[in-house]
């Protein structure tokens, strides 16, 4: 209890540090008790990513448990094969003006088993001239079960691609009640292409609002960046499992971190959302807008519940 309240209190370590060190003593161990000179040689690995967490706050690499998707069934899936956004499944979100620019559905289509998602500047948008991005959520919502989309994010700085849950009023306590009534749920966001360290990482994050009875703005656990593979040229998938105990985050099939944070898990219908997020306007400043294009790739998006 003294070590953690050093750690909290005087090193101000964030809990996301905190999960570091508990990682740091299992693999330390595992050092000392394993057989295995591969399973050595990738404790030590786990050990020197634990100190840069603690130190850095730098990534580390998805090390739990594999998925399994025992006893669910697929109950949504969109591979993308027409030449046109399905609507009757998806409609765009939040058109109109987003913080420098705006969201609009021509930055949004469909083409060789993909949807595409694209940031660029326009001077003859729908919206007027300016930066132009997408954003996409499903017509229906849902409340558990296991979510996962396989993409390659955008390559280009300050815009960023992102697969997302959110309830209706989750920044508001009187609503979210602490996450119970809804909250927004980070599967991933990918906000590490300008990073000299930790690049092809990609960060996972819950939010809502009146967690313990706190009644002013919201709440979050920032659960860390963790590696994927060449994230902005090939295929990775992220996923979600959000049962009744607990939200399980994943990269690739293998679990990244686990959180109950909150006064407990949403209990409410959500907005499953995909979008490239656009920057502030001063982020925008120093981009070329004649030369400037990027793309956010998805093949999939698959629900599965028991």
């Known amino acids: 209890m003294m070590l953690n309240t050093f750690l909290v209190e005087v090193l101000k370590l964030a809990p996301r540090q905190m999960w570091g060190v508990e990682q740091l003593g ?21 050990v020197l990513e634990m100190f840069g967490l603690i130190i850095f706050d730098t990534p580390t690499t998805p090390r739990g448990e594999a998925l399994d998707l025992t006893g669910y069934s ?5 591979e993308f094969e027409g030449t046109q956004l399905n609507t009757d499944l998806w409609e765009y979100r939040g058109s109109g003006p987003r913080r420098g620019g705006f969201n609009a559905p021509s930055q949004v289509k469909v083409e060789n088993g993909n949807m595409i998602l694209t940031g660029e500047y326009l001077e003859n948008g729908m919206y007027g001239e300016g930066w132009y991005t997408g954003m996409v959520k499903l017509k229906e919502r849902y409340c558990k079960g296991y979510f996962e989309i396989r993409c390659i994010v955008n390559s280009d700085p300050r815009f960023w691609s992102a697969f997302w849950l959110q309830a209706d009023h ?11 009534g809804g909250c927004e749920i980070d599967i991933f966001e990918s906000m590490s292409f300008d990073s000299t360290i930790g690049k092809n990482s990609v960060t996972q994050t819950v939010h ?11 709440q979050s656990n920032n659960l860390g960046d963790f590696y994927g593979n060449n994230i902005y040229s090939e295929y990775n998938t992220y996923g979600l499992e959000w049962t009744d105990d607990e939200y399980i985050f994943y990269i690739n099939g293998v679990e990244t971190r686990r959180t ?39 093949d999939y998006v698959r629900i599965y519940q028991k």
């Not at 595992?30 to 050595?40: A, D, G, P, R, W």
């Not at 407990?264 to 490239?276: K, T, W, Y």
């Open 260 to 298: 109950s944070f909150g006064n407990g898990v949403s209990e409410v219908l959500e907005d499953v959302i995909v979008s490239l997020e656009i920057p502030v306007g001063e982020e925008l400043e120093n981009l070329e807008k004649d030369n400037f294009k990027t793309e956010y790739i998805v």
């Open 26 to 46: 299992v693999h330390l161990g595992n050092i000392f008790t394993s057989f295995s000179l591969k399973q050595i040689l990738a404790s030590m690995l786990a």
């Open 170 to 180: 989750p920044y508001e306590a009187e609503y979210s009640q602490g996450g119970v």
């Open 74 to 78: 697929l109950v949504f899936e969109d």
């Open 208 to 218: 809502c609002a009146g967690v313990d009875g706190v009644q002013e703005g919201f």
